[in-house]
């Protein structure tokens, strides 16, 4: 019998990979201003066409790439942030995967625009479906941009798949407002076919909070904060009295890093219980830092679920923390005769 089995070309396993990294449009607005993030931007501007179907362009002020480095970005496993295996366990960047470009690169049309500080001129690189089209030199200002045109140009069927253009929106804000709650040092702005949905300025936790989900939010927030030596708990719930009958807002970070945590979830909602009325959630937006070798971000490749060392502990803290702050601000039980 004769040998049958062969790599396959770089094209096809960025495709394959991209199949997990780039789900949506969402998928690509969360890639790309993680990249500008960790590339020290200090303001970042998301533009949007038709949900993303047609354009989600990010343009940052960060650190820009050089000519060699901006044609490197696009080969998988391709990254300035990590250079060993140790790495991953002391990590103070958004990626590390270096796959992002690639995948994205591999099912869209892109045009990358990027140059670093004191160089004159910048690199332009268009790239299609993988195959690099054209690069030439540019004058673009100093930062980058990334336009990502006809997600899914060659997967009708992902692109089939696609939900209505306001399902799809809601998911891209989603992804938006978790990067502003996280970076409130960072000027964000977005746009959707051209009209204004975010302007929010450098500011502070709160203000932030404010910023995303309208001024009638400062008056329901309470602080919560707490510095042991496994974690450090800041940020706000959401008083009793405003907790929504639907899933209200339930925010979760750790270093930075929006997660999803079933478990946690548990420990806020056994602070608040008898607090609550029937069937309303509380609201929450928690930060939580930890020692980054705790952590095991390397689960998915979306990194949305994150591994704690000492979960349990986490919890008791958390639980604690929380009622603790219910408790100081005189928050008393929510009579509710339906119970
Ligand atoms: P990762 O973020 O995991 O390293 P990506 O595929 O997202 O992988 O990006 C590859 C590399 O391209 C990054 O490591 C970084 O060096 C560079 N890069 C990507 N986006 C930007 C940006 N907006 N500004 C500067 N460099 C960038
Ligand atoms: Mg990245």
């Known amino acids: 019998m004769s040998d049958i089995i062969k790599l396959l070309p770089d094209h096809v396993a960025n495709q394959i990979a991209a199949g997990e990294v780039v789900q949506r449009p969402a998928s690509v607005v969360k890639e790309l201003l993680e990249n ?16 993303g179907r047609t354009l989600i362009q990010v343009i940052d002020d960060g650190k820009g790439m050089t000519t060699t480095d901006a044609r490197l970005s696009f080969e998988r496993h391709a ?3 990590i250079s060993s295996a140790e790495d991953l366990f002391a990590l103070h960047t958004k990626g590390f995967r270096g796959e992002a470009l690639a995948s994205i690169a591999a099912v869209a049309h892109v045009d990358l625009k990027t140059r670093p500080e004191g160089e004159d001129v910048g690199t332009q690189i268009e790239i299609e479906g993988s195959t690099i089209k054209s690069q030439e030199v540019c004058a673009c200002l100093k930062g980058t941009s990334i336009a990502v045109k006809n997600l899914f140009f060659n997967i009708p069927a992902r692109r089939n798949f696609l939900k209505s253009d306001s399902v799809e929106l809601r998911h891209i804000i989603d992804e938006f407002q978790r990067v502003a709650l996280a ?7 977005m746009y959707h076919n051209d009209g204004e949905l975010f302007n929010l300025p450098k500011t502070n936790k709160r203000q932030r909070i404010v910023g995303v989900f309208g001024p009638k939010t400062n008056e329901k927030l309470v602080p919560v904060t707490e ?21 209200g807002e339930q925010f979760f970070f750790v270093n930075d890093r929006f997660i999803k945590h079933p478990y946690l979830n548990h420990s806020v909602s056994a602070a608040f219980d008898g607090l609550l009325p029937d069937r309303a959630r509380a609201s929450y937006f928690l930060f939580l830092t930890v020692d980054p070798k705790t952590i095991d971000i390397n689960i998915h490749p979306t990194k949305t679920e994150v591994k704690f060392e000492d979960e349990h502990a986490i919890y ?24």
């Open 227 to 247: 510095d042991t030596e496994i974690v450090k708990i800041e940020g706000f719930i959401v008083k009793p009295e405003f907790a929504k009958k639907t899933k």
């Open 316 to 339: 008791t803290l958390l639980r604690a923390a929380v009622k603790h702050s219910l408790g100081q601000f005189n928050i008393a039980p929510v009579l509710d005769f339906n119970r």
């Open 36 to 51: 500008a993030i960790d590339a020290q931007a200090t303001q970042i501007k998301l533009l949007v066409k038709d949900a």
């Open 183 to 189: 970076h409130e040092g960072i000027t964000f702005m």
């Open 79 to 81: 990254t300035s942030k």
